[in-house]
T-cell receptor
Framework: DQQVKQNSPSLSVQEGRISILNCDYTNSMFDYFLWYKKYPAEGPTFLISISSIKDKNEDGRFTVFLNKSAKHLSLHIVPSQPGDSAVYFCAASALGGGADGLTFGKGTHLIIQP | KAGVTQTPRYLIKTRGQQVTLSCSPISGHRSVSWYQQTPGQGLQFLFEYFSETQRNKGNFPGRFSGRQFSNSRSEMNVSTLELGDSALYLC?????????????FGPGTRLTVL
């Protein structure tokens, strides 16, 4: 039973355009959501997070949107740059519940084309 | 500051054997989490240790165990290895318990079970 789903295994976007990565979750106990970025042969690195009390969080070129009623979040990257090519993981936590650590999606491979 | 280090980086074992993986967190970090990454399942949470105590545990069989030492270094042990245990094992450290937005990952240990 996959509680965090990233339905697009890969996404190709032209440099300078907007990249939108999507994530759906099923567990209504999740109250904290994160995005991680992973390059080959490296561990994931934290990108941006959002608490369930917010519907938007912005950090430079990265914005995360949360739609609690739809149990959906998205990561927007504007403008997309070649260095953004990586695998992006969506993750969720039930901090209020204090158990089970982080639940990750399977990742979306973003390819930025010149 | 030095990053999270994991040893060994690569390991080959045969079915039935046991293996111990090591993780040294960033200096001053007291929480260490372990994850298993496979192509089919993505990143899955194994357990989290904080101040030498296991605080969270994922849905893995008892063959997977870990411990944390007083200097915050952590080891993960897998007994009676199975072919399906072949994976990238990632360790992540953070200053406090469940502070996932401050979590830093190591490069991982690639375990191959033959």
């Amino acid at each position: 039973d996959q509680q965090v789903k990233q339905n697009s295994p890969s996404l190709s976007v032209q440099e300078g355009r907007i990249s939108i990565l999507n994530c759906d979750y099923t567990n209504s106990m999740f109250d904290y959501f994160l995005w991680y970025k992973k390059y080959p042969a490296e561990g994931p690195t934290f990108l941006i997070s959002i608490s369930s009390i917010k519907d938007k969080n912005e950090d430079g070129r990265f914005t995360v949107f949360l739609n609690k009623s739809a149990k959906h979040l998205s990561l927007h990257i504007v403008p997309s740059q070649p260095g953004d090519s990586a695998v992006y993981f969506c993750a969720a936590s039930a901090l209020g519940g204090g158990a089970d650590g982080l639940t990750f999606g399977k990742g979306t491979h973003l390819i930025i084309q010149p | 500051k030095a990053g999270v280090t994991q040893t060994p980086r690569y390991l080959i074992k045969t079915r039935g054997q046991q293996v111990t993986l090591s993780c040294s967190p960033i200096s001053g970090h007291r929480s260490v989490s372990w994850y298993q990454q496979t192509p089919g399942q993505g990143l899955q949470f194994l357990f989290e240790y904080f101040s030498e105590t296991q605080r969270n545990k994922g849905n893995f069989p008892g063959r997977f165990s870990g411990r944390q030492f007083s200097n915050s270094r952590s080891e993960m042990n897998v007994s009676t290895l199975e072919l399906g245990d072949s994976a990238l094992y990632l360790c992540a450290s953070s200053p406090q318990y469940s502070s996932y937005n401050e979590q830093f990952f190591g490069p991982g240990t690639r375990l191959t079970v033959l």
